[in-house]
């Protein structure tokens, strides 16, 4: 039996009778990696799910939540998502930054989650409904060497995907940014302190042209190819990779210097046609607001658990859509399934859906939180029933205790702190 069929159609009247928060908990498990999630129980057994995960600072959000905003929603009702949002983002007084919104997304979620089941709707359907059929994704596919990479996307590309992101070690380099161990599943937070990587910019801009050069011999001109410079680059640096690259079409080059100074942006686009995609580490449109009235990028990677849920990132979508900048939503694996539920229904009732990424979790995750997403040739289809289409198994997510877990940190050959 579908374990959403418990909540049937409801009319107008049912789906919005005076519900009311009852009780919330924060569930931290840890089925091969820290998750951080939020579940919101209201006075008619409806109940809602959102994704509090922030890699390598879990715990932070898991105590924001229940310490300074959990005892703020009982008794509420969970219908009024945009004022409790408002209460939550206002009322901190201290606004933004990757904690607070993280929190705030997760309640946003499950609030939606809520909505949703109480109406019989999948939340696309309370979003405007479809805009397409389905979500359009891409895998990473990374190795050791240029060849253990392209090896890798060619399964990718025998799996059906449409676009694939391509990472690879550079010679010279103990470890970098995107190759992972596990060549499938990449989780980058891996120890219990942080990992010291060694980083050349010298080395990695003169193998990165190469390997995608040798990718489109190799996979052909059909396929999106996507790099991830994860804010490695100077500006300049930045604009000769991008001019670099500009033979091979790339669909997108990723977080290509840091993005506090928005501009820097600006000597990028002054060299190059490559588009680029920014924005997986911002909390609000208030880090973008620059770059996309500027058209300084291309594509917008604010995530539904990172940006303070569906009912800001539409405002970020919305706000780009005017400036022809379009989503590509983060959707690592340090995001839970949660998030790229949230995530689809969302993508699909936007006008100006880029791409969406999705590095699959194992199956010790997806039975964690059953979900009624799935992948067929190369898109999501999301899910058709009611809410956001996923839930967590609490009795499974208790056997999986927190362990702590770190993000590496990157440091030049002369030991310089750097960015990872
Ligand atoms: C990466 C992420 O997917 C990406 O584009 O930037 O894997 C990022 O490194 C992790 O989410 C950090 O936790
Ligand atoms: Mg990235």
């Known amino acids: 039996m579908n374990r959403f069929a418990q909540f049937p159609a409801q009319t107008y009247r049912d789906a919005v009778s005076p519900l009311k928060i009852v009780s919330a908990k924060v569930i931290v498990t840890c089925p091969g990696r820290n998750f951080v999630t939020l579940k919101i129980e209201t006075s008619q057994g409806i109940y809602g799910v959102g994704d509090a995960t922030l890699n390598g600072r879990e715990l932070a959000v898991a105590a924001y939540l229940k310490e300074h905003v959990l005892p703020l929603l009982i008794g509420r009702d969970p219908h009024q998502i945009e004022d409790i949002w408002q209460y939550l983002y206002r009322g901190a007084y201290w606004r933004g930054g990757p904690v607070t919104m993280s929190a705030i997304a997760a309640v946003d979620m499950a609030l939606w989650d809520i909505k949703g089941k109480a109406a019989g709707l999948p939340v696309y359907q309370l979003l405007g409904g479809r805009c397409r059929s389905a979500i359009t994704v891409y895998g990473h596919a990374n190795g050791n060497d240029i060849e253990g990479t392209l090896e890798a996307a060619r399964q990718y590309k025998d799996l059906g995907y449409k676009a694939v992101r391509l990472q690879t070690g550079i010679p010279g380099l103990a470890s970098t940014y995107g190759v992972s161990k596990d060549k499938f599943f990449y989780e980058p937070a891996d120890a219990g302190l942080p990992t010291e990587n060694r980083w050349s910019t010298e080395a990695y801009m003169r193998t990165v042209p190469e390997l995608f050069e040798k990718a489109r011999m190799a996979l052909g001109d059909e396929i999106h190819l996507l790099h991830d410079v994860h804010h490695r680059l100077t500006p300049i640096e930045a604009a000769r990779l991008a001019r670099d690259l500009e033979p091979y079409r790339l669909f997108w080059l990723e977080d290509a210097v840091v993005a506090e100074n928005q501009q820097n942006f600006r000597l990028i686009r002054q060299h190059s046609t490559t588009p680029l995609a920014v924005g997986e580490i911002f909390s609000t449109v208030w880090d973008a607001k620059q770059l996309i009235e500027e058209q300084l990028i291309d594509y917008i990677r604010a995530t539904v658990v990172h940006a303070g849920g569906i009912t800001h990132l539409r405002k970020i979508a919305a706000f780009a859509d005017l400036h022809n900048v379009r989503t590509g939503c983060h959707g690592a694996t340090d995001l839970s399934p949660i998030s ?81």
């Open 340 to 420: 790229m539920a949230a995530a689809l229904n969302f993508n699909i009732s936007i006008p100006n859906f880029g791409i969406q990424e999705y590095m699959r979790h194992t199956s010790a995750t997806d039975a964690v939180f059953p979900h009624d997403y799935r992948f067929e040739e190369g898109l999501l289809q999301v899910n058709e029933s009611p809410g956001l289409g996923v839930d967590i198994d609490e009795a499974l997510a208790a056997e999986h205790p927190y362990r702590p877990a770190y993000l590496p940190v990157n440091r030049l050959l002369d030991g310089s702190m750097f960015n990872w």
